[in-house]
């Protein structure tokens, strides 16, 4: 059995962090499109087809890695990032949002991991990034943030992303744990996940929580994060269409034409 490749990497910055991966000779880095900050000379970028787990496997099996992705309606393309030259060279890449980058040693951690569909960030070449469907119908429809999830196997390092602070916890067997279905950002494969009801007409109507949330039973390990990018997005697009009511002033109307704004 070939293992994946073994990277060394560094996590720097607070808010916005980037990890900062170090390969040896002929060793590789894959990421989404986008995610690349900087690297070092000496390190040559390709465009591959899926994840590039399958890249010797003919093209049946290159389509059908990329088809994959497509399916989490990610980028039907990675790209990868190998040392060509003789002695260490360092490539980084940045998180898209403010929050957190969550390192992920596969090997340690069953191999498999399953996650939001936007979660993963890079890995070391021969880490595959697919599509983990939820069995039960309860999950497929309700679920919130869709039902089809992102599944990364393998047993090198992998590095996902999250908005805030993210907290990890580790579920004892049977322990049972509530979570916003936009908070959860990923588990260990020996989780349960399921979505359940909140109930009542006021929790429905009136709650502002939405109607779902997700169930995660133990054992394993759970990733949360306290701000989702759909959660973030929603806030600036209501503050955006609200004019300038949001910003305290007791002054209101006569506030603009005080600083120049009034029309």
């Not at 170090?22 to 900050?37: H, K, Q, R, S, Y």
């Not at 290159?62 to 992705?69: C, D, E, I, T």
């Not at 951690?109 to 996650?115: A, D, K, Q, T, V």
């Not at 429809?141 to 992303?161: N, R, S, T, V």
């Amino acid at each position: 059995m070939i293992r994946n490749h073994e990277i060394d990497y560094r996590i720097y910055g607070e808010e916005m962090q980037y990890v900062e991966v170090e390969l040896d000779p002929n060793e590789t880095a894959v990421a989404e499109p986008g995610a690349f900050m900087m690297m070092d000379d000496g390190i040559q970028m390709q465009t591959i087809f899926g994840d590039g787990s399958q890249q010797s496997g003919g093209l049946m099996g290159k389509l059908f890695s990329a088809g994959k992705r497509l399916l989490t309606g990610e980028n039907l393309f990675m790209t990868a990032f190998t040392n060509a030259a003789h002695g260490k060279k360092r490539v980084s890449f940045a998180s898209p949002y403010p929050g957190k980058i969550i390192p992920l040693d596969l090997y340690q951690l069953g191999g498999r991991i399953i996650c939001q569909k936007d979660a993963f960030l890079c890995a070391a070449k021969g880490v595959s990034v697919g599509i983990e469907f939820q069995r039960k119908l309860g999950t497929g429809l309700f679920g919130g943030e869709g039902f089809i999830m992102q599944k990364i196997e393998g047993d090198g390092m992998a590095f996902m992303h999250a908005g805030g602070h993210v907290l990890e916890r580790n579920l004892q067997p049977g322990e049972l744990l509530k979570v916003d279905t936009g908070c959860l950002v990923g588990f260990t494969s020996g989780v349960n996940y399921d979505i359940q009801f909140v109930g009542g007409i006021k929790n429905t109507l009136f709650g502002g929580e939405g109607v779902f949330f997700a169930t995660l039973r133990g054992p394993g390990k759970v990733w949360i994060q306290t701000i989702p990018i759909s959660r973030l997005a929603g806030r600036i697009m209501q503050f955006a269409n609200s004019g300038r009511k949001e910003e305290g002033s007791i002054l209101g109307g006569l506030g603009n034409l005080l600083d120049g704004d009034g029309r």
